[in-house]
């Protein structure tokens, strides 16, 4: 007892009672929050990222891809977010599934980097008149849905190519496989990971239902968040050699940029003409632009980098829904800052190639 009223008066005690509340207050400001905090990234020139062998580099303006910067937000952080006008707060669930590892996301997002720069090519190449082979290798498993059996067998970049004796080459042939069975049926799958192949028994589950269906389908658990469908593993054959060094970039978003840029490497003259273009979307196999996250981050970023068009996604929403285009939004977001950037709706890469080709020469030359 003589000791303990000894350390309160003692004079160390005030600092030793104040570190101990520091060390406590900063133990709360660092804690997580299960948010997200999304702020603009950057626009970065496409043609030193992206090289065709034997292309032209001689562009007088800039491509550009868009970034965000995302990343999760502690109590501090949220705080801050709270305050910045910059700066969007998002859910936790709403980036990815509470089940899925933050691991298992960057894979999944790194996966769809690959699949969006492999369209880009496929498109600007037929769009160059060059010719595409493309060989169909299987079903890549690109995102494993929480409570499903697939799971607890497979892993993100594994390949399925064989639902018990039918051979699967792409993944659409994977849902034919599974359609109309029912769940309690057991399926034997084939599929190569790191190189091996592998075989594994698996329950088929009935997935839960969604408004207006009468009956829950069944299946093993494999979502593909591409809206064009599912992914196919490939080995594209082209007659020049593209190399993109993306880094760590991830995700869908880029592929109408980089159709562009390689489209503007293959063919003589310049889509350019001496203008800074950003823009985002995602690109489809057959020249589809569909949209994306984050754009009102984007048309910051670009705005930023003095960019003189901005290239946005026209998608449909629902007649009589809130939602509103990528493209309203980024028009929406240009006007609040008061740009002079050029914001325009593409569904097509068409769209946006007959656009370029449309302009005049910036300041005439």
Known sequence: MTR??????????????????????????????????????????????????????????????????????????????????????????????????????????????????????IVAFRKAGLPVKIKEKGANVVFLVPDMPAKNYLKIGDVITKVDKTKITNAQQLLNSLKGKKAGETVTLTYDRD??????????KAFPKVPGEKEARAGIGIAYPNPEGPVTKREIELPKRVTISSENIGGPSAGM??????????????????????????????????????????????????????FAPDNSVPAGSKQR???????????????????????????????LEGLPPKNGK
Request: charged share 25%; no cysteine; proline share 4%.
């Open 325 to 355: 285009s990528n493209y309203e939004d980024a028009k929406a977001e240009a006007e609040k800052l008061g740009t002079k950037m050029k914001i325009v709706p593409v569904r097509t890469v068409d769209d946006a190639i007959k656009y």
């Open 4 to 121: 303990r009223r000894h350390f309160f008066k003692s004079r160390f005690a005030p600092f030793i009672a104040a570190a101990l509340i520091a060390v406590a207050l900063l133990a709360v400001a660092l804690s997580p929050t299960g948010y997200y905090i999304i702020r603009p990234g950057s626009a970065i020139e496409l043609q030193p990222m992206v090289t065709v062998q034997g292309g032209h580099k001689d562009e007088k303006g800039v491509l550009m891809l868009t970034t965000v910067r995302m990343g999760k937000a502690n109590v501090l952080g949220y705080l801050y977010a709270k305050a910045d006008p910059y700066s969007e707060l998002v859910k936790e669930s709403a980036i990815h599934s509470p089940h899925e590892t933050d691991e298992q996301y960057n894979l999944r997002e790194l996966q769809e980097m690959t699949n969006s720069q492999e369209n880009a090519m």
């Open 257 to 310: 940029m980089f159709t562009l840029e390689i489209l503007n490497q293959l063919t003589p003259g310049d889509l350019t003409k001496g203008y800074r273009v950003a823009g985002t979307g995602t690109i489809g196999a057959k020249g589809t632009v569909g949209p994306i996250g984050g754009i009102e981050h984007k048309v910051r970023a670009s705005d930023k980098m003095k960019a003189d068009i901005f």
């Open 195 to 204: 190189g091996k192949t592998r075989k594994a028994e698996i329950t088929l």
